[in-house]
């Protein structure tokens, strides 16, 4: 697989949560933050929180809502 480009990523991520990422992009999006996880190139807490929802035995996107919402209260108390 070649590299994604930041930009790209960022644009499949919220493609991604707006829920019109077609499924062979979603394959890739979890490959290429399983590549950055890997190597330490993930900079993004969004990106973390992405990769953590596709890594577990969960429906990705309520995970991904739970992890959202525990950073928002240990980070802001509401």
């Known amino acids: ?11 499949w991520i919220y493609k991604f949560l ?11 999006l979890k ?5 950055r996880n ?3 190139l993930i900079f993004s ?3 973390r929180k992405l990769f953590a929802a ?10 991904l809502a739970e992890l959202l919402d525990d950073w928002e209260k240990r980070n802001w108390g509401n």
């Open 18 to 28: 707006l829920g019109s990422l077609p499924k062979e992009k979603v394959k890739l």
């Open 45 to 47: 807490a969004l990106e």
């Open 1 to 11: 697989m070649n590299n994604i480009s930041q930009d790209r990523l960022d644009v």
């Open 54 to 63: 596709f890594i577990v035995n969960r429906p990705t996107r309520k995970y």
């Open 31 to 35: 490959e290429e933050l399983g590549r």
């Open 38 to 40: 890997k190597e330490n």
